[in-house]
């Protein structure tokens, strides 16, 4: 779920859709993406220490918590990502479980 939902725009392993080779579509796309990556790089997780991974944790289930993430426009072409509020509860619940004491 949280593949689904999150790492193509927040990740190193984006799948590129054949659209995205469609100018301007695939500019706009790209800054997307670029943004996600900015804002959080879960391919990254791995090599952060505790209070980097703690803070990515805590940014995360905060954005989903007011419904910023996924975005709309990003859930239309991929129907997979989106999520229930009982997907967003459990995907906080996981989350908290990763938070490092």
């Known amino acids: 779920m949280f593949n689904e939902a999150c790492y193509d725009c927040h990740s190193n392993q984006t799948a590129f859709p054949w659209y995205t080779y ?3 579509l ?3 796309i790209n ?11 879960y391919h990254n ?3 952060l220490d ?13 954005v989903l918590e007011n419904k ?6 990003y859930t239309w072409l991929h129907p997979k990502a989106k999520l229930s509020d009982a997907d967003k509860t459990n995907m906080i619940n996981w ?3 990763l938070v490092e004491e």
Do not use: C, D, F, V
């Not at 505790?50 to 905060?62: D, M, P, V, W």
């Not at 910023?68 to 426009?73: C, E, F, Q, Y």
């Open 31 to 41: 800054g997307h993406i670029k943004g996600g990556k900015n804002k959080a790089n």
């Open 95 to 97: 989350l908290n479980s």
């Open 26 to 28: 695939g500019w706009w």
């Open 45 to 47: 997780y791995g090599t």
């Open 22 to 24: 469609i100018q301007p």
């Open 50 to 62: 505790k209070r980097a991974k703690n803070h990515l944790i805590e940014e995360t289930i905060e």
């Open 68 to 73: 910023r993430m996924p975005l709309k426009s």
